[in-house]
């Protein structure tokens, strides 16, 4: 696989981002929690509270997924499909670094 630096530099980027991302909706949600004087208010709150957890669950997994590659890419597994073990078309993991099916197998899911 060539050009795994700069793959690395996608992941990297990608994952400072979501970490930032995480972090802004998580202070969002301790800050909107600590009031409780009215009620009407506080159902707002809970219902804020809920999409932001909500928006937070799926950027999670994204992180789990770009670490994932990045483990891949120090170990030297990078590239390769988790079902047939062949390497991923390089347009693949340019659209999506963090990709661990080739085309073929996605498709076959
Ligand atoms: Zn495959």
């Known amino acids: 696989m060539k050009d795994l630096e700069r793959f690395k530099v996608a992941l990297l980027e990608e994952k400072a981002r979501l970490e930032k991302d995480i972090k802004e909706l ?4 301790m800050g ?9 208010e506080k159902a707002d709150e809970v219902e804020e509270f809920m999409n932001a957890a909500g928006e937070i669950a799926p950027l999670q997994e994204r992180l789990e997924e770009i670490k994932t590659a990045l483990n891949k890419i120090d170990g030297g597994a990078y590239g390769l499909c988790e079902k047939c073990h062949k390497e991923i ?12 099916l080739c085309q073929n197998c996605k498709a076959a899911e």
């Open 89 to 100: 078309d390089e347009k693949v993991l340019e659209a999506a670094p963090e990709s661990k």
């Open 32 to 40: 909107s929690s600590d009031d409780d004087r009215h009620g009407e």
């Open 26 to 29: 998580g202070d969002y949600n």
